[in-house]
T-cell receptor, first 113, second 113 residues
């Protein structure tokens, strides 16, 4: 079953604008990860945020985590055409001792020049 | 170059035939995974392996089989018992359990007619 749900399903912005997408999940987690997938390709890991962290940055990416609301957001600042991709959140639930990841359905982002 | 390779990129089969998808990694990772992705959806876990000679069913294992005889290799067989095998198949690996980032291969698109 998919634990993470991304919102919105699709997002269209112009180069230079910021893109924000959200992920909600249902059960307690150890960590939450974000991945990017270009069309027809494998996933690429972007960032991992642990349950005791509230915010994390990596380059133009900013991730927040609110465990009380069971939600996370991914912000891409100053977007570029190369950021066009699908973005997935993946959670590692505390009920699974080995930590299998549960992926959401993704947010499809299109950045137009 | 370190990474994960999947072959072939595209695979076509007739209904009723078994087909084996290859996945090889040279990252020295203990854990390996197989996911299925359908259009517009997230990833669903088929099988995973924590260590050589051991593997576990994921969420949608019916109609699939795997082996893990070598650390580097985790082939997936899609059997004729899989009712809807046409999909994009992704292999991944990680140092160990799901609490670490996963590295993905480029995927194999299987079409069964």
């Amino acid at each position: 079953s998919q634990q993470g749900e991304e919102d919105p399903q699709a997002l269209s912005i112009q180069e230079g604008e910021n893109a924000t997408m959200n992920c909600s999940y249902k059960t307690s987690i150890n960590n939450l990860q974000w991945y990017r997938q270009n069309s027809g390709r494998g996933l690429v890991h972007l960032i991992l945020i642990r349950s005791n962290e509230r915010e994390k940055h990596s380059g133009r990416l900013r991730v927040t985590l609110d465990t009380s609301k069971k939600s996370s957001s991914l912000l891409i600042t100053a977007s570029r055409a190369a950021d066009t991709a699908s973005y997935f959140c993946a959670t590692d639930g505390t009920t699974d001792s080995w930590g299998k990841l549960q992926f959401g359905a993704g947010t499809q982002v299109v950045v137009t020049p | 170059d370190g990474g994960i390779t999947q072959s072939p990129k595209y695979l076509f089969r007739k209904e009723g035939q078994n087909v084996t998808l290859s996945c090889e990694q040279n990252l020295n990772h203990d854990a390996m995974y197989w996911y299925r992705q359908d259009p517009g959806q997230g990833l669903r876990l088929i099988y995973y392996s924590q260590i050589v000679n051991d593997f576990q069913k994921g969420d949608i294992a019916e109609g699939y089989s795997v082996s893990r005889e070598k650390k580097e290799s985790f082939p997936l067989t899609v059997t004729s018992a899989q009712k809807n095998p046409t999909a994009f198949y992704l292999c991944a690996s990680s140092i160990t359990g799901g609490r670490y980032e996963q590295y993905f291969g480029p995927g194999t698109r299987l079409t069964v007619t």
